[in-house]
């Protein structure tokens, strides 16, 4: 199990570093994270660990552990949502200060409608409310509050699992093509649009990451497959990069209904986009044993930074923004990106070090005999 979580950590430690990378729109390194080559990007290996990790708490995925108790699952995974809720209202609060000193230092008050916050600073009174219940949210600070519902719903995902795991994924795929079909936006106030992330579509990613972690079941099947996998997701990956990279999209007016089922999509995760996304996790999901025993290093580097996602995120998601203010002030080229990068990764290295230093000295002191009086 160590090194399953170990590489559930580095991987997600690598989605948070081009996550602040992807953010700052123009970035010149932007062009050699994966998301120029695939339907997919990092949002979607996140949410698939999210629901990976869940296993991890909701108990062993081998079937002879005993499970913890419903009540602890309902009350650790209700914390959690919590916490999450708490650390998407701070940064955004953060983010909406940051653009507002911006603004006014700059004298420019166009920054004032930077990533949908307008509202905020021309109807505050109902913005506030909706920042405050998570339907309104500022651009590239909106996968928090998808997090955030998943998280809540991950208690009633545990019951199903526990009680009926066959269905876990049956219900799930259904409400997913459902939200597709209808189509079932979730939307926002007091702007009327709809989430970035429909946590509807979303939640089928957070569940395949959920039951693919699982020793029998649909994981046990990808396990017992996993090279056939690997080859049929061969072309499938290959085609996808093709079309992306020579932006040989297909007309959607041309798409027949529904259209979801047939284009690819952010919001709704839709079947190009999600199957594309499992063809390249088969592929990389050999990897990591290579990875580790030829950068150590960099495999310890990447799980600190995943160990520790919450921080990183949210420090992350700021940082993004500085970047972006900085490349608009001095009109960003590849030094001031190279500069933007840099810092960024450095603080983000340390804000996940500090955490684990500080658990190591709070060790170091629990071992120590205690004086005799």
């Not at 505050?124 to 998570?134: E, F, K, Q, R």
């Not at 049929?232 to 290959?238: K, R, T």
């Not at 025993?293 to 949210?314: D, T």
């Amino acid at each position: 199990m160590q090194r399953e979580a170990n590489a559930i950590d580095f991987w997600r430690g690598i989605a948070l570093i081009t996550i602040f990378i992807n953010h700052v729109p123009g970035m010149y390194y932007a062009r050699f994270t994966h998301a120029n080559y695939s339907f997919s990007d990092s949002a979607d290996l996140f949410v698939f660990l999210a629901g990976w990790s869940l296993r991890y708490i909701v108990g062993s995925p081998h079937p002879t552990r005993p499970p913890r108790p419903t009540w602890y699952l309902v009350l650790r995974l209700g914390g959690r949502a919590v916490e999450l809720y708490a650390a998407q209202i701070l940064i955004t609060m953060i983010a909406i200060a940051m653009l507002a000193a911006t603004a006014t230092v700059l004298d420019n008050p166009l920054l004032l409608e930077w990533h949908n916050a307008a509202a905020v600073f021309y109807d505050p009174i109902l913005t506030h409310i909706g920042l405050a219940s998570l339907t309104h949210h500022l651009g590239y600070f909106d996968i928090l509050p998808l997090y955030v519902v998943l998280m809540a719903m991950a208690p009633v995902f545990a019951i199903i699992d526990r009680y009926a795991p066959h269905w876990l994924l049956p219900i799930s795929i259904a409400v997913y093509l459902a939200t597709l079909i209808v189509p079932l936006p979730v939307p926002t106030w007091p702007v009327e649009g709809q989430w970035f992330f429909n946590p509807l579509a979303w939640q089928l990613v957070f569940v395949l990451g959920f039951v693919l972690a699982r020793e029998d079941g649909v994981g046990g099947f990808v396990r017992r497959h996993i090279v056939p996998l690997r080859w049929l997701s061969v072309p499938i990956v290959a085609v996808s990069a093709y079309i992306v990279w020579n932006r040989m999209w297909p007309d959607p007016t041309l798409a027949p209904h529904p259209r979801l089922l047939f284009i690819a999509d952010k919001t709704y995760v839709t079947p190009m986009r999600l199957i594309q996304f499992l063809a390249l996790m088969a592929l990389f999901s050999g990897t990591y044993p290579y990875i580790e025993r030829w950068a150590l290093r960099f495999v310890e580097y990447g799980s600190m930074l995943g160990r520790n996602a919450l921080i990183v995120f949210c420090v992350g998601s700021v940082l993004s923004l500085a970047g972006q203010i900085t490349r608009f002030v001095y009109r960003g080229d590849i030094v001031v990106d190279t500069i933007v990068v840099v810092l960024g990764i450095v603080i983000m290295s340390i804000c996940a070090w500090l955490p684990e230093w500080r658990e190591q000295v709070r060790s170091k002191g629990s071992a120590q005999p205690s004086p005799v009086s």
